[in-house]
């Protein structure tokens, strides 16, 4: 479920409210970093109960219709379409997610007038009409349209995110990752599919896990020994005048650098960069970039870093 960045981002976020907190303890922040994992991977499986959930609100809002005491036409013969939408339909049914759900006791069952306002805002959307209009039918066409309805409303809507924001801090950044690993999860139902086949929580679960350990014990072990260096690159800066995300994004680079021999100097300096730009200064990019590039070669050259592999070894 989480690639490279994604991991380097889980860190970059524990160590920075590490460095806020002056009373915490590094074995706190480690379980900060493994908890905010767990909720990521909750939130997966909530996203994708959420669909299921919307399947409900649509056949009682069908069932509430034939009872009215005039019902019209359409209450007597309404569109069955998204009810019957075939992906949807796997989810709903799947034992692998009934049984995920429960061990991690998720749940939408006290959230049902969210559910509700939920679906009345699909049923106004763009995507919901044009696919219930739409006279074609089919798989294909089913998930496609799912996935559709869910990429371009139901991720964004407001409710959902503000709801969201409500029940967890750890998921202020994580609705991208896991909404693309919803829609991942839906291209992997096909006609045949009885069941769903769920994301892991790792791709890799030996190498990722290690990378993530290691990259969080070694920015620690190191920003001592990491804070003279950058103080001695970055030309007319104090430490106390670099901004606290550039100063852990250095700190991150440099252990990155040094521990996984592996992992070529380009993309760790690429990545942290990329890093930089989103989640601190305008100028930080910059930065990051000029004070990385003389570092990276100085430490090269004593044999601080060194790489091995293929194509690795300069």
């Given at each position: 479920?989480?690639?490279r ?12 409210a590490?460095?806020?907190?002056k ?18 991977y909750?939130?997966?499986?909530l ?14 809002r ?26 949807l ?7 692998e997610?009934?049984?995920?759900a ?10 049902q ?19 219930m ?9 089913d ?15 407001e ?5 969201m ?6 998921w202020?950044?994580?609705l991208?990752?896991?909404s693309?690993?919803v829609?991942?999860t ?33 920015t ?33 680079a ?24 989103f ?22 050259e ?13």
């Amino acid at each position: 479920m989480f690639n490279r960045r994604q991991l380097r981002i889980k860190v970059l976020h524990v160590l920075y409210a590490f460095h806020a907190d002056k009373d915490g303890s590094v074995e706190d922040a480690h379980k900060l970093l493994m908890a905010s994992l767990e909720k990521t991977y909750d939130l997966y499986l909530l996203l994708l109960m959420l669909i299921g959930e919307l399947q409900d609100a649509a056949i009682e809002r069908i069932e509430a219709g034939r009872l009215k005491q005039q019902p019209t036409k359409e209450d007597l013969h309404p569109n069955t379409k998204f009810v019957n939408n075939k992906p949807l339909r796997v989810i709903i049914k799947s034992k692998e997610l009934a049984k995920e759900a429960a061990n991690r006791n998720l749940g939408w069952g006290q959230e049902q007038d969210l559910i509700k306002r939920l679906f009345k805002s699909l049923v106004a959307s763009e995507e919901y009409v044009a696919y219930m209009e739409n006279e074609e039918r089919g798989f294909q066409h089913d998930r496609e349209s799912l996935n559709r309805m869910y990429r371009k409303h139901i991720a964004n809507d407001e409710l959902l995110q503000d709801w969201m924001e409500e029940q967890s801090i750890l998921w202020s950044d994580d609705l991208d990752l896991a909404s693309s690993i919803v829609l991942k999860t839906v291209k992997t139902i096909n006609e045949d599919s009885d069941d769903l086949v769920l994301s892991g929580m790792w791709k890799e679960e030996g190498d990722d896990r290690e990378f993530l350990e290691q990259l969080f014990s070694k920015t620690l072990a190191l920003a001592g020994e990491h804070d003279a260096h950058i103080e001695a690159a970055a030309s007319n800066w104090d430490l106390d005048r670099i901004a606290t995300m550039d100063l852990i994004l250095l700190r991150m680079a440099l252990a990155e650098a040094r521990t996984f021999e592996t992992v070529p100097l380009k993309v760790t300096m690429n990545e942290y960069i990329d890093l930089a730009k989103f989640y601190s200064t305008e100028k930080s990019g910059a930065f990051v970039n000029g004070v990385l590039d003389k570092l990276f070669a100085a430490l090269k050259e004593d044999g601080t870093i060194a790489k091995t592999g293929r194509g690795l070894i300069e």
